[in-house]
């Protein structure tokens, strides 16, 4: 008996930690889209580039981030660019993201861009990277 309740603990255990181990071999694959640098107390803007009058959104990917236990993030809303444009030109609105650094370290944020289109998802990821280093205080 004890040996079976090992193997039903093992079977439930070992695929959340291929998950996690996929999640981390993914981070390594993804696009960062940008790196930015840094003081643990600061809080930086990101605008992540799209077009939501199309029905695009984004989302904090949280199973493909890291070190989110060091920063806040807050997707604060759309910038709007102006409406003219040219057929060469398209229009490119930008989401604003507050990040705010509690604690050094690194964090890579991973932004899925999707909508959906007859029932179906369809996404790209782009990671943001965060370099946190100590508070100005600290050194």
């Known amino acids: 008996m004890h040996l079976f309740l090992v193997i039903f603990w093992l079977v ?3 695929p959340g930690a291929a998950n996690v181990v996929v999640a981390k071999h ?5 696009k960062v889209l940008e790196t930015q640098e840094i003081r643990a107390g600061e809080t930086i803007f990101v605008k992540l580039p ?3 009058a199309i029905g695009y959104k984004y989302k904090l990917n949280r199973n493909l981030s890291s070190g ?5 993030v807050h997707l604060l809303g759309w910038l709007m660019t102006s409406k003219s444009q040219t057929i060469f030109f398209r229009r ?3 989401l604003n993201v507050a990040i705010q650094a ?3 370290g690194q964090v890579d944020l991973a932004f899925d861009y999707y909508r959906r289109i007859g ?3 369809r996404k790209s990821t782009s990671m943001v990277r965060v ?3 100590p508070h100005k205080n600290s050194l």
């Open 26 to 30: 993914h981070n390594l694959n993804l």
């Open 102 to 104: 509690k604690s050094p």
């Open 119 to 121: 029932g179906r998802t």
């Open 92 to 94: 490119r609105d930008v």
């Open 50 to 52: 799209g077009n939501p």
């Open 131 to 133: 370099i946190i280093k």
């Open 12 to 14: 439930l255990l070992l």
């Open 68 to 72: 989110l236990h060091l920063v806040n």
